[in-house]
């Protein structure tokens, strides 16, 4: 059972809108920083948001997140067949004293 | 390119060791905190443990503590994780991981370079 608690699954047609979200705590999500992942199908998880809603350099403006109290929220607009993947969100845990995931949601473009 | 490449991975029996290591190019390593992170194939990632720039501060994950050991050589522009006393239940993918800012801790912003993993299989 993770700390942080995303969905198991969201789907979407091409070029849709998708939310994901992920759940928390004060001591997590509500009093640090929230940074969400996408890992493909046999590769390394690829940094997408950090800081709530800051984009790295070369991550679309089609990826967004955005964080309010405890929750936090990515959202994909024009949802594209390569997005198919899984999410993960994180944040610092102050009570854990450690970095803590969130269980991940699979992304389906039907 | 900025890039971390994981290096020890293999197969072990139970209460045996293994040292992984990360070397990292094309950034200023000493810089930004490291952190190790695995996975379960088919699972989701598990936090094992961080280590500040200046390897003033560390933790490691409740399911790791008192038998994995984090440590950097700044010099070599390396990460290391000394696996002792390994269990079934830590097979898995080992990646090493590059944070935003200096502190393992406090301000946490995210891990933005990750290696291609290491398998690390714990069996008899």
Known sequence: ?110 | EVQLVESGGGLVQPGGSLRLSCAASAFIFEDHAMHWVRQVPGKGLEWVSGISWNSGSMGYADSVKGRFTISRDNAKKSLYLQMNSLRTEDTAFYYCAKATEGAYNTGFGGLDVWGQGTTVTVSS
């Open chain 1, 1 to 110: 059972q993770s700390v942080l608690t995303q969905p198991p699954s969201a789907s979407g047609t091409p070029g849709q809108r998708v939310t994901i979200s992920c759940s928390g705590s004060r001591t997590n999500i509500g009093g640090n920083t929230v940074s969400w992942y996408q890992q493909l199908p046999g590769t390394a998880p690829k940094l997408l948001i950090y800081r709530n809603n800051q984009r790295p350099s070369g991550v679309p403006d089609r990826f967004s997140g955005s964080k309010s109290g405890t929750s936090a929220s990515l959202a994909i607009s024009g949802l594209q067949s390569e997005d198919e993947a899984d999410y993960f969100c994180s944040a610092w845990d102050d009570n854990l004293g450690n970095v803590i995931f969130g269980g991940g949601t699979k992304v389906t473009v039907v």
